[in-house]
């Protein structure tokens, strides 16, 4: 077998991408390529990242209850972008990273984009949406305590977390079709996807307004009936 | 037959990304129309009973793509005509042609990476990533055509205490939201008592071994070192430069180094072995004489 069987793999990748690979393909784009080619830097960056992720996610102490509780997220929101027009994934991540933990928000949004992939198709822009949505479970991890105790902040974060995934995929599409960032296309590419992020917006401020608060209780019953 | 669908799924991966991704660096034009000629008849050759409105969804893509540039993005020498004071130039019109023949290049690269990428496959490369992940992908694959038949049994059991009754669309969002939640306390329930029976069974508690229906055969080691080999040759060509073409202010010749003649030629080696994999394959399986 060529690859490495887990538990050294990890331990390199754990090593070598933070202090290394990013780094160097940073550096790389900066400095040998004639033109700034920063789709590429992007793309290897958010790559990295996941891998990062993907590679700390053994070693950390991630139970096998709380794993389950994530891949049922996940199941449920891959489930809910078949619905026409209103998506819940970036709703269902927050959720997942409000009361499970930043890591498995993370987790919840990087499998919803994989996963839903293979029914709406791979592609350049997939290790994209699994670091934009995996960002977004996160953060969502790192700030759950205000976010579950005032609704109002909990709808504005999630209105922020809609636009900001659509702007994040935004700048991702200048670059692949430009190489580097242009402002000018970017600012029509943001008028072009204007109804889509109107759209997401919407939909997660509906989502996380109908599903917070029962989804939230479901969960945190859950936890402490069984110790999550 | 034993075609590029057969090969081992890191193979099949490292082909695909190292495809895509050596047509997007550089924007030159020769690349992208290699790598659009072989993700094009790769494509086809693999699939025979795609509908047409699937490259007439590319095609409008490539139109948009093309004309977006033209239209926002007013750079270069030669203006072909003048809009609101905004001038058209040839060479913006050309920039936005290549960028959109290498945008469905790549798609087209990644459309037959999809249909190839089954969930097995992308489990047993994110498997030996990291086993958690792998184990939560299973799952989650698992849990979707299993919560739809478990909302269907919840559904007729709502039924019967009145839910749905006047089919209105007032009443059927109201069931459905009623029915949602029944799902969601029985998908976190259930999860649980899965995780306790692994838990039982002594899950995380030795090294884990998974089975795969694929192995390193020698086929794929040789598919793999001759990426290998073809990636590197593009590497010189491709890290220094030699690719880069001018579009801007004026449109100069191709660039015609011997770094950029090789790279030329591996790239479409590398684009265009799947096909010929598939093409003698076919012949084989067709021409074979039984010999007894």
Partial sequence: ?228 | MKTIADFNPIVQTLYFLSAALCSMLGMNPVMIVISLVGALLLYILRAEDEKPTGHLFTLLLFAVTALINPLFYHNGATVLLVINNNPITLEATLYGITAGAMIIAVLYHFRSFSKIMTSDRLMYVFGKLSGKFALTLSMTLRYIPLFITQMERVRAAQRTTGQYKDGSIADTVKSDLRVFSVMITWALENGIVTADSMEARGYGTGKRTSFALWRMRRRDVIFLLLILLLVGLQLPALLSGALTFTFYPNIRSLPTSPAAILAYISYGALVLTPSAIECIERAKWKYFVSKI
């Fill in chain 1, 1 to 228: 077998m060529i690859v490495i069987k887990n538990a050294s793999l990890r331990r390199i990748i754990s090593r070598v991408v933070p202090y290394i690979a990013i780094p160097l393909i940073v550096a790389v784009g900066i400095f040998v390529f004639e033109e700034k080619r920063w789709a590429m830097v992007a793309l290897g960056v958010a790559v990295c990242t996941v891998l990062l992720f993907l590679a700390g996610f053994d070693s950390g102490k991630t139970g096998s209850r709380r794993l389950i509780l994530s891949a049922v997220l996940s199941a449920l929101s891959v489930a809910g972008r078949f619905i026409p027009i209103f998506k819940p994934v970036t709703a269902i991540t927050m959720i997942a990273g409000m009361w499970l933990g930043g890591e498995a928000g993370f987790l919840v949004g990087s499998m919803s984009a994989l996963v839903s992939n293979i029914y709406f198709g791979h592609g350049p822009w997939t290790p994209f949406q699994m670091f934009a949505w995996g960002m977004i479970g996160l953060f969502s991890g790192y700030l759950s305590v205000p976010l579950r105790k005032s609704r109002i902040f909990l709808l504005i974060a999630g209105a922020l977390a809609g636009g900001l995934y659509s702007m994040i995929m935004d700048i991702w599409t200048i670059m692949w079709y430009n190489g580097s960032m242009d402002l000018s296309l970017y600012a029509a590419a943001m008028v072009t996807a204007l109804p889509h992020t109107i759209i997401y917006v919407l939909s997660n401020v509906i989502f996380l307004f109908i599903l917070a608060g029962p989804i939230g209780e479901k969960l945190s019953r859950v936890k402490i009936k069984y110790g999550v």
